[in-house]
C-alpha cells in the first residue's frame, strides 16, 4: 500500500511559515477573510480566532496539545468556524484582539484566542488553553462544548455581551487631545526606572525580564540631559548584566527574547529581528558614551549574526528563530560536559566549563518539567579578569584561550539541526534593523554594516513599494503582500534618516520625506492628532486605533515624533514640528498616567525640547579632511542632531531639498562645519575641536 497522504487545510496556500506549520492541522482551519465569515454567516456560527507566530515556544505547545489532536479538532470543527492568524504578518488584527484581551483579561500574550461572533465582534478572551482541563483552567475539552452550549441556548444575550465589549473597548480607547508635556515628565520617568530597577542583576521589575532597550536609549539621553551618574549606571548595570546572561548567545552571538528569572540566565530561546536591531542601537549607543570595548564588541556580535543567520540573497532581513528543535526548547543552545570535552580537549575545556560555570549534572533547568535534564547553557558570572586572577593567568591569555574555544563551539553547534527560521521579511522590523546597521556603520566604520542597510533599504524599496499601491508590510518567496501599517511607515522612515545621516545617499533622504507624506496623508487623525496604526482605506475592524505605548517594540507614534523632528530640522519645514507638537497632545494624557511606559516616545521629546543642532558638513565627498570630520562626529554620543553633508560645488542636489546650504560651502578648500543651536547658528568652522565644542562634547 502507498504511503497516506496527508490532509490540508486550507492554510496550504499561505505565505507565512506560522500559518502553514498548521496547514496539516485535523482543524479546519480557514486564513482572515471573506470566505471564513460568510461561511460563519451562512452557518450561524462563532468564531474561533487563534493568533500567534511562528518563533512562539507556548504557541507550538498548544498546537501540539490541541490543534494537532483528532477529538479537540472534531469538537472546534463543530462547534467553529476556526481562522488562524499570524501576528507578525497582520499586526492589525493582532493589535485589536490583543486589546481586547487585556481589558477582558487584564493581561495579555500569546498564543492568542478569541471567541467572537460573525461580526467579528468578540466575548471570550484567552490565551494559553490546555487540551485538558487543569487547576482553575477549562481546558478545550470542556471549553468548546460550554462555548457550544451558551451560542444556542443564550444565544442573544452572547450577541448583546459582544456588543457590549465592543463598546466598552471603542469608549475606553478614544481619547482627546491633552496639553504639552514639559521637562518634568523625564524626570517622572526616571524616577519610575530608578524604583523598578533591580540593583542586583540590572533591568526593571521582577521575573520574566525583557531587554526593553528603548529604555536603555531613553536613560543615557536622561544622563547627558541631566548629567545624573545613577541613570547611567542603571543603564551599564543593565547592559553588563545581559551580556553575562544566557539570554546572551555566548557562541553566535544575538540575544535570546527573554530571561525566565531575573539573573538573565533561562532565556525563551527564540531570537526575533527586532530584539537584534534595539538591542544593537543600545550598545553602540553605550559604546558612544562610555568607549567601552564591551559595548563595542556585543554590538559587533549582534550585527554580525544577523548579517551571517537572518539576511536574505536578496538583501532583506528575516523575522527570527524559533526557541524549539524537533518540539524540544532550547536544545540548539545546551551542551553536556562530555560534548564540551570531546570538542576542546581536557586542558581547554576545564577552563571553558569554569568561566561558563557548567555543571556535570547540568545548570538547566527545563520550566515545564521543573527539573535539571543534564544539559547546560552557557553564562558568565566572573570578567575575564577576575578569572584570570583567581587561575594565575594572563587576561590576555584567557580571553585568546576562550576566544578560540568559542569559535571551535560554534563551529560544531552548526552541525547540529538548526531551530527553524521564519523567512519572511516585514517592512517594519527591517526598518528597525537598517537604523541599526547605519549606527553600526557610524560608530565602528566598518564598511559592511552600511552595504547591509543600504541593500536592505534599496530591496524594500523595489519590492515592497509603489507609489500607486504605497508601502507593503511582507515579503516571502517572491510575493508582497498587506497593506503597510503606522509602523511598517515610521520604522522605515527612522531607517531611511539614519541611512543618509550614514552614507549620504540623497535617494534615501528623498524616499522618508515622500513615505512621510504619505503616512500623514493616510494615518493621522485631524481631530485630536497622532497617528491611528491603520489607514483611512485599510481593511475596516470592529475599531480603528492608535498605538502610543513603548512595549517590546516602540509604537510607531513614538517612532514618528522624532522622524517629524528630524524631517522638520533637515528640510527647514516648521510644519512638520507642528505636526511633533500636535502627536505630544496626543499622547500627553497617557504619557502622565505612566511615563516609563513611553520612552521611546520620551527620547524623542528630548530631541523637541533641546537642545538640538543642525551639523551641515560641507566638502569633498571622499576627501580626508572631510572623512576624518564625520569620524569624529560619529564618534561621540549626540543623539539630538541631524546631519547634512553638503558637497562642494555652486548647485548641489541637497539645495533642492534643504536650500539653507545653497551658501553652506566649504572655506577655503577645506572641510567646513556648520553648526546651529536651538535655531541660532555659530560661524563655521574647518577645526574638528571648534566643531566639537560647539556641540558641547
Known amino acids: 500500500m502507498g504511503k ?177 508635556i514639559g521637562e518634568t515628565i523625564m524626570e517622572e520617568a526616571y524616577e519610575e526606572l530608578l524604583n523598578s530597577f533591580d540593583s542586583e542583576y540590572g533591568g526593571f521589575e521582577r521575573a520574566p525580564k525583557f531587554p526593553t532597550p528603548h529604555k536603555i536609549s531613553f536613560l543615557l539621553r536622561y544622563w547627558k540631559r541631566s548629567g545624573n551618574p545613577e541613570a547611567l549606571h542603571i543603564a551599564e548595570s543593565t547592559l553588563e548584566n545581559m551580556y553575562r546572561g ?36 543600545a550598545y553602540t549607543e553605550a559604546y558612544q558614551v562610555t568607549g567601552k570595548e564591551l559595548y563595542k564588541e556585543t554590538a559587533e556580535g549582534i550585527l554580525d549574526y544577523v548579517l551571517r543567520d537572518l539576511t536574505s540573497p536578496e538583501g532583506g532581513f528575516y523575522c527570527g528563530e524559533d526557541a524549539d528543535v524537533e518540539g524540544e526548547e532550547g536544545t540548539y543552545y545546551l551542551w553536556t560536559l562530555e560534548e564540551i570535552r570531546n570538542i576542546l580537549g581536557p586542558e581547554e575545556s576545564g577552563l571553558f ?67 527553524s527560521r521564519d523567512d519572511k521579511v516585514l517592512t517594519d522590523w527591517n526598518g528597525l534593523m537598517i537604523s541599526a546597521f547605519a549606527k553600526g556603520f557610524q560608530a565602528f566604520g566598518e564598511e559592511k554594516y552600511l552595504k547591509a542597510a543600504q541593500k536592505a533599504a534599496d530591496f524594500i524599496l523595489k519590492t515592497l513599494y509603489n507609489p500607486e499601491k504605497r508601502l507593503l508590510h511582507r515579503y516571502r518567496e517572491g510575493s508582497a503582500g498587506i497593506s503597510g501599517t503606522a509602523d511598517d511607515y515610521a520604522f ?121 543642532y543642525e551639523v551641515i558638513i560641507s566638502g569633498k565627498p571622499d576627501s580626508p579632511d572631510t572623512e576624518h570630520m564625520l569620524e569624529e562626529l560619529w564618534t561621540y554620543f549626540i543623539p539630538n542632531k541631524v546631519l547634512v553633508f553638503r558637497p562642494e560645488g555652486s548647485d548641489p542636489e541637497i539645495t533642492s531639498l534643504a536650500a539653507y546650504t545653497k551658501m553652506q560651502v566649504p572655506i577655503k578648500g577645506k572641510a567646513t562645519a556648520y553648526v546651529c543651536r536651538n535655531y541660532e547658528c555659530q560661524l563655521p568652522t574647518t577645526e574638528i575641536n571648534e566643531m566639537l565644542k560647539l556641540l558641547n562634547v
Open 4 to 180: 497516506e497522504q496527508r490532509r490540508s487545510n486550507r492554510l496550504i496556500n499561505e505565505k507565512s511559515p506560522y500559518l502553514l506549520q498548521h496547514a496539516h492541522n485535523p482543524v479546519d482551519w480557514y486564513p482572515w477573510g471573506k470566505e471564513a465569515f460568510e461561511k460563519a454567516r451562512k452557518e450561524n456560527k462563532p468564531i474561533f480566532l487563534s493568533i500567534g507566530y511562528s518563533t512562539c515556544h507556548w504557541c507550538h505547545v498548544m498546537a501540539h496539545e490541541s490543534f494537532e489532536d483528532k477529538e479537540v479538532a472534531e469538537l472546534m470543527n463543530l462547534a467553529f468556524v476556526c481562522i488562524k492568524v499570524d501576528r507578525e504578518e497582520r499586526p492589525d488584527i493582532d493589535n485589536i484582539y490583543m486589546t481586547v484581551c487585556q481589558i477582558i483579561l487584564g493581561r495579555g500574550g500569546w498564543p492568542l484566542n478569541i471567541i467572537m461572533t460573525p461580526n467579528k465582534k468578540p466575548f471570550f478572551a484567552g490565551t494559553y488553553i490546555p487540551k485538558n482541563s487543569r487547576f482553575s483552567q477549562t481546558g478545550m475539552l470542556e471549553l468548546v462544548p460550554r462555548i457550544t452550549e451558551i451560542w444556542k441556548r443564550q444565544h442573544e444575550d452572547v450577541l448583546d455581551s459582544a456588543e457590549n465589549i465592543t463598546s466598552t473597548i471603542q469608549n475606553m480607547i478614544s481619547e482627546s487631545a491633552g496639553d504639552e
Open 492 to 612: 522605515l522612515i527612522h531607517g531611511l534618516l539614519e541611512l543618509y545621516e550614514a552614507g549620504f545617499e540623497l535617494r534615501y533622504l528623498k524616499a522618508a520625506i515622500c513615505l512621510n507624506r504619505e503616512l500623514l496623508e493616510h494615518f493621522w487623525d485631524p481631530v485630536h492628532g497622532g497617528l491611528f496604526f491603520t489607514a483611512d482605506d485599510s481593511e475596516s475592524l470592529i475599531f480603528r486605533k492608535k498605538e502610543f505605548t513603548d512595549a517590546a517594540i516602540p509604537s510607531g507614534n513614538s517612532i514618528e515624533m522624532l522622524n517629524l523632528l528630524r524631517l522638520s530640522r533637515i528640510t527647514a519645514n516648521p510644519e512638520l514640528e507642528e505636526t511633533a507638537e500636535g502627536l505630544e497632545r496626543a499622547s500627553s494624557k497617557l504619557i502622565r498616567k505612566i511615563p516609563s511606559g513611553y520612552t521611546q516616545f520620551l527620547s524623542a521629546l528630548d530631541f523637541g525640547l533641546g537642545p538640538a
Open 246 to 281: 544566557g539570554i546572551h548567545d555566548h557562541l553566535g552571538s544575538g540575544f535570546h527574547r527573554y530571561s525566565t528569572d531575573n539573573m538573565w540566565i533561562v532565556p525563551h530561546f527564540e531570537k526575533m529581528l527586532y530584539d537584534q536591531a534595539l538591542i544593537a542601537v
Open 353 to 419: 566549563i569554569k568561566a561558563f560555570n557548567l555543571k556535570e549534572g547540568g545548570n538547566f533547568e527545563e520550566e515545564i518539567r521543573g527539573k535539571q535534564i543534564g544539559t547546560n547553557l552557557l553564562y558568565i558570572t566572573q570578567s575575564p579578569g577576575a578569572l584570570a586572577a583567581e587561575l594565575k593567568i594572563p587576561t590576555e591569555e584567557i580571553e585568546s584561550r576562550i576566544k578560540i574555544a568559542k569559535q571551535k563551539l560554534l563551529e560544531a553547534r552548526t552541525k547540529r539541526t538548526r531551530p
